[in-house]
């Protein structure tokens, strides 16, 4: 989902509220909502709501680019583990546990990060992408411990010389993907929090801009001194606002 049909909401409340200084003294409704004052506070809110989910957006993407690092080339990795238990441990049930675990871990590549398609503005494909995402880091993290727990059952006879398959660094390396997802998962719902923020400002069915401007049209129409055969209001209708989901 681009940013953009939310942007172009809080620039044409922006140019809602540039048309209503023109008014000068004439604009003086008795509803608070939608006071000179208040809807540039509600303005200043959008403003800076807008800033924080790019903000959030931007950590997030770094997050899961730097995940995605560190998970790339997990089924390499395990394909050389199971290499290491075949030279190094003979016993046919260990065998046949590890390769279970092991076929879990090379049963795909991890796929890039979930990316947003500008051209579809309704649909966040990140967002929907996430969960399935989600999922798929988490069970490689739980089939690696896994892993590692079942070669440290056999650790007095695994003792491979290559230092990427010791279980030392495994368990070093598992640590890694937890802490890279971990944040990545931080700053997923740190950033869909922010949008939750800005969906507030811009979408409250009572105090979010879109019905401000709903109320305000109610008022240049009841207002005798505006009237919709007014510059003001033409103007005013104009402006196109539309929620975005």
Same mark, same amino acid.
Request: hydrophobic residues 45%.
């Given at each position: =989902?681009?940013?953009? &049909? /939310?942007?172009?909401? +809080? @620039? ?10 023109? !008014? ?25 709501? =807008? ?25 390499? $990795?395990?394909?050389?583990?199971? &290499? ?26 991890? &796929? ?7 051209? *579809? ?8 992408? /996430? ?15 896994? !892993?590692?727990?079942? $070669?440290?059952? %056999?650790?007095?006879? #695994? ?5 990427? +398959?010791?279980?030392?660094? !495994?368990? @070093? ?17 740190? @950033? ?14 009572? *105090?979010?801009?879109?019905? $401000?401007?709903?109320?305000? %049209?109610?008022?240049?129409? #009841?207002? %005798? ?6 510059? @003001? #209001? ?5 402006? %196109? ?5």
């Amino acid at each position: =989902m681009s940013e953009v &049909g /939310h942007a172009k909401n +809080v @620039a044409n409340f922006a140019t809602a509220i540039n048309i209503i200084i023109a !008014l000068g003294a004439v604009y003086n409704p008795f509803q608070t909502l939608i006071l000179l004052a208040a809807l540039q506070t509600k303005l200043t809110e959008a403003e800076n709501a =807008m800033a924080e989910v790019d903000t959030k957006k931007s950590t997030e993407i770094d997050a899961d680019n730097i995940r995605f690092a560190e998970f790339d080339g997990i089924d390499t $990795l395990a394909t050389r583990i199971a &290499g290491a238990i075949k030279v190094n441990i003979n016993d046919a049930l260990f065998t046949k546990n590890a390769t279970t675990i092991i076929r879990k871990l090379q049963g795909r590549r991890i &796929g890039n990060a979930p990316v947003d398609d500008p051209s *579809t503005p309704d649909v966040d494909e990140s967002q929907v992408a /996430h969960s399935v995402s989600q999922q798929s880091y988490d069970n490689y993290i739980a089939n690696l411990a896994a !892993l590692i727990a079942l $070669l440290k059952t %056999k650790e007095s006879i #695994y003792k491979p010389n290559e230092e990427e +398959v010791k279980i030392q660094t !495994l368990e @070093a390396k598992l640590a890694a993907m937890e802490t890279k997802n971990n944040t990545a998962q931080i700053a997923q719902i740190e @950033a869909k929090n922010a949008r939750e923020v800005r969906d507030t400002i811009l979408y409250h069915p009572e *105090t979010g801009i879109l019905n $401000l401007v709903k109320l305000i %049209k109610a008022y240049f129409l #009841y207002n %005798k001194d505006i009237g919709k055969n007014s510059a @003001a #209001y033409q103007q005013l209708i104009a402006l %196109k606002f539309k929620k975005v989901k």
